[in-house]
């Protein structure tokens, strides 16, 4: 029965980020700056550590997926997002709205676990200085990345499989700008307490385990950083971690306050816009944030800039 139910369903319409007229070019010119800026960002970046030698070591290999990434699901949530502002009903086909879902939920996960990853190649070089070529060997990265982009099947397997389970009632306006897991289930006609739940166990192990590995590394490093006699020292090793601690607190916390408070609390309204931080501004941001707060990233681009000047 559920199965016939939710291949009825053939399209769904998005509602957007809002329904005031007034809004809807202003904010249509304001995401499409948002979406070019990331884009020109994550590419450059990515560009930058592969036309650069020095940068070709463990932090900025993961970077570069981290950009990877970011740049990846701004190109699978965002144009659908702007289509959204300049037309009267946003339609998208059940098939493409699955896709969607499945390659946002991908990408989410294995943006959490790519900077728990990062957090732990910082408390390897700093808390083990000595031994940090041995311990992040190109196997080791290559181990770490094939399991950030696993638990990124993992995450995005685990809600298709919930979905599967949701029964579609008449009404098939999603209340968001993209087809996401809370949205979707608002839309069901069975009673949908275990898919909550689900998507509440789920999300935990997307945002809680990695969140765990980051303040159990930062202790370390914490630690660490204090038993360093010189001030100039402590500075030093603090700014390797700064960056990568501005972009944890954005994404883990945009996150954690849309998945991991009940509805009743927060309501879908508000969490669309929470949601805004993590598909649109903190993809734009990272980029932003690690070249330049980044001594060798600025270097890399003085470098490469003064190479295409020269040729």
Request: glycine share 6%; proline share 4%.
């Amino acid at each position: 029965m559920a199965a016939d139910n939710v291949s009825s369903v053939t399209e769904f319409v998005l509602a957007g980020l809002t329904d005031e007229p007034e809004l809807q070019m202003p904010l249509f010119f304001l995401f499409l700056g948002f979406y070019v800026v990331t884009v020109v960002g994550n590419l450059g970046l990515i560009t930058l550590i592969g036309l650069n030698s020095h940068l070709h070591v463990p932090m900025y290999f993961f970077l570069l997926n981290l950009s990877f990434i970011d740049f990846s699901y701004s190109i699978t949530l965002t144009p659908k997002m702007l289509v959204g502002f300049v037309s009267r009903r946003n339609i998208i086909s059940y098939a493409g709205c699955m896709t969607q879902f499945f390659f946002f939920c991908f990408f989410v996960f294995s943006e959490s676990y790519i900077l728990s990853a990062m957090a732990y190649d910082r408390y390897v070089a700093i808390c083990k200085p000595l031994l940090y070529t041995v311990t992040m060997s190109p196997q080791v990265c290559l181990l770490l990345l094939l399991g950030v982009y696993g638990m990124g099947v993992f995450g995005a397997v685990a809600h298709m499989g919930n979905i599967r389970f949701i029964t579609f009632c008449a009404d098939n306006l999603v209340n968001h700008y993209m087809c996401d897991i809370i949205p979707l289930t608002e839309l069901s006609c069975n009673n949908s307490y275990i898919n909550l739940l689900v998507v509440f166990i789920v999300v935990t192990i997307g945002i809680g385990v990695p969140i765990v590995t980051i303040f159990i590394s930062y202790g370390f490093i914490i630690s660490s950083i204090l038993h360093i006699s010189s001030t100039e020292g402590r500075s030093k090793a603090f700014s390797t971690c700064s960056s990568h601690i501005i972009v944890v607190s954005l994404f883990f916390g945009s996150g954690a306050f849309m998945y991991l408070k009940p509805p009743s609390i927060l309501p879908l309204d508000q969490g669309k816009v929470s949601s805004i931080f993590y598909t649109a501004v903190v993809p734009m941001f990272n980029p932003l944030i690690y070249s330049l707060r980044n001594k060798d990233v600025k270097i890399a681009l003085k470098r490469t800039l003064g190479r295409t000047i020269f040729s």
